[in-house]
């Protein structure tokens, strides 16, 4: 597998989502993920209340390189994604790190 | 694809670590990985620093179900996770999401 450059991003949210907001969070960010050329793949969704504590939002998304990264997050359909966010979230987590790269624990 | 419980595990450490400890991390969550039947594929690795902010390291893990991540949490090796991480970690923040399934933006 070639290496992969892999952001992480966690997010907490005011409160619970309503079933609109909860669409409107999937599509932004579906249609971030079909959007940006960059993104090699994506996986998003809620947590699923298994163990208590989680954070209410996942992210996972992978690119060649920070470089595919930094597109990604220039990309006009990430402007959608924050003004959906912006009254949703209280605050979010992140973390990139490589995959694939001898030494990185892939 | 079938769906996937997807378990998200981000960490700040209490300080940066050093080779040794790295080391240590590097090879305990290898362990994990590769001794726990459910897991159905586990990366892991420190922040790049391409983002300023950003957690100090991410793990994500995949199992089929719930069962799957109970068992992983109850693995003998994740005891050795522990005793490595307990001196190192000062908070972690995890959310558990299925992928793959209709109407979680796989």
């Keep these: 597998m070639s290496p992969v450059?892999?952001?992480?991003?966690l997010m907490?949210?005011?409160?619970?989502?309503?079933?609109?907001q909860a669409d409107r969070v999937t599509r932004a960010l579906d249609d971030l993920g079909a959007q940006s050329p960059?993104?090699?793949?994506?996986?998003?969704?809620p947590d699923l209340g298994v163990r208590a504590g989680g954070h209410d939002y996942a992210l996972v998304?992978?690119?060649?390189?920070?470089?595919?990264?930094?597109?990604?997050s220039a990309h006009?359909?990430?402007?959608?994604?924050?003004?959906?966010?912006?009254?949703?979230?209280?605050?979010?987590?992140?973390?990139q790190f490589a995959v694939g790269d001898p030494g990185d624990g892939a």
Excluded: N
Aim: proline share 4%.
């Design 76 to 95: 006009p359909a990430h402007d959608v994604v924050r003004s959906v966010m912006k009254d949703l979230v209280e605050s979010q987590v992140a973390c």
């Design 12 to 20: 907490k949210f005011r409160s619970p989502l309503d079933a609109d």
């Design 5 to 9: 450059f892999r952001h992480v991003v």
């Design 61 to 72: 998304a992978d690119f060649d390189d920070a470089q595919g990264w930094q597109a990604y």
């Design 38 to 45: 960059t993104v090699r793949a994506i996986s998003h969704g």
